[in-house]
């Protein structure tokens, strides 16, 4: 009984020791998240401020320093002068559908991809996963050219369909993993019960991939809310412009208004910001299912 005794009271030491070595490990990194949060910060604060502050307050004041009179009427007057109820109602529209429906299609891909048998299956994941490599950058002009050909230049269908294109191998990628680590003996016993794959898919797969969806609806959404570089290319007309074009727009002709310019920012990011809040505890879940279980 001494012995054990002895025993356990030195590997109680040692644990309380080797807990005070990680200590200053602890510390150096809480430190580090503190520095990273706060660079990552400064910028969103900065714009904060500034959207709140009247054109004197802003020159007069240093940057990171809270209004002493807060302007909401800048708020009002960039929604107004920059017409941004139409651009808004443009993105909404854009998001709404392209999101859901890129998400439906890359879940039902990923399940077939992994789950029914077939002999191309490795080869058409290959396809899909060769899809995430190329930069959509490269495809502006021949999408330019195809979306034209159809006649959908400054039209919901040819921004949404190329954004469905390019965003689905990504996706599909993501939970074709997370499938893949789910056992087959579930599907296997549900197809000899008679049910059917849509119906696997439906009462089994989906439920368990929700955290995954939710992430990747957070990572969906946010790159769809904040695209540029195709939504220029393919929408001329300004009723059609999405909120960054609005934006684009409106910083060209007033810039030199920081208070409004800042409140603008601050009108397009908001809604991106509040998906973010609302799904955020699937986030970091939902991803880590995706990569572990692949």
């Known amino acids: 009984m001494t012995t054990v005794h002895i025993d356990s009271g030195i590997s109680d030491l040692q644990t309380r020791s080797s807990s005070m070595k990680r200590d200053p490990i602890l510390i150096?990194?809480?430190?580090?998240?503190?520095?990273?949060?706060l660079v990552w910060l400064a910028p969103f604060i900065f714009i904060v401020f500034t959207s709140l502050k009247t054109p004197a307050a802003v020159t007069s004041t240093g940057a990171?320093?809270?209004?002493?009179e807060l302007a909401f009427d800048n708020y009002s007057g960039a929604w107004s002068r920059g017409n941004f109820a139409n651009s808004f109602f443009n993105s909404v529209i854009i998001t709404v559908?392209?999101?859901?429906?890129?998400?439906?299609?890359?879940?039902?891909?990923?399940?077939?991809?992994?789950?029914?048998?077939?002999?191309?299956?490795?080869?058409l994941l290959l396809v899909v996963v060769f899809g995430t490599m190329i930069p959509f950058q490269v495809m502006l002009a021949p999408l330019f050219t195809l979306v034209n050909s159809f006649g959908l230049i400054d039209t919901y269908p040819g921004v949404i369909l190329p954004y469905i294109a390019f965003g689905v191998p990504y996706q599909v990628f993501i939970l074709h993993g997370f499938f893949k680590g789910i056992p087959k003996e579930l599907s296997e016993a549900a197809l000899i019960d008679g049910a059917t794959h849509f119906t696997i898919f439906r009462r089994i797969f989906l439920p368990v991939c929700l955290p995954v969806l939710a992430a990747l609806l957070i990572l969906d959404f946010v790159s769809t809310w904040n695209e540029f570089a195709m939504a220029l290319v393919l929408l001329q007309d300004?009723?059609?412009?999405?909120?960054?074009?609005?934006?684009?727009?409106?910083?060209?002709?007033?810039?030199?208004?920081?208070g409004q310019l800042n409140a603008a920012i601050v009108m397009t990011v908001l809604p991106a910001t509040i998906v973010y809040l609302m799904f955020q505890r699937y986030f970091v879940s939902g991803l880590t299912s995706g990569a572990v279980k692949g």
Request: net charge positive.
């Open 238 to 258: 300004q009723h059609m412009w999405t909120l960054p074009l609005g934006l684009m727009s409106f910083q060209g002709q007033f810039s030199s208004n920081y």
């Open 28 to 37: 150096g990194l809480w430190i580090a998240l503190f520095l990273v949060a």
């Open 64 to 68: 990171f320093m809270p209004p002493t």
């Open 97 to 123: 559908i392209k999101v859901p429906l890129g998400l439906a299609l890359s879940a039902m891909a990923a399940y077939a991809l992994a789950k029914i048998k077939l002999r191309i299956s490795k080869l």
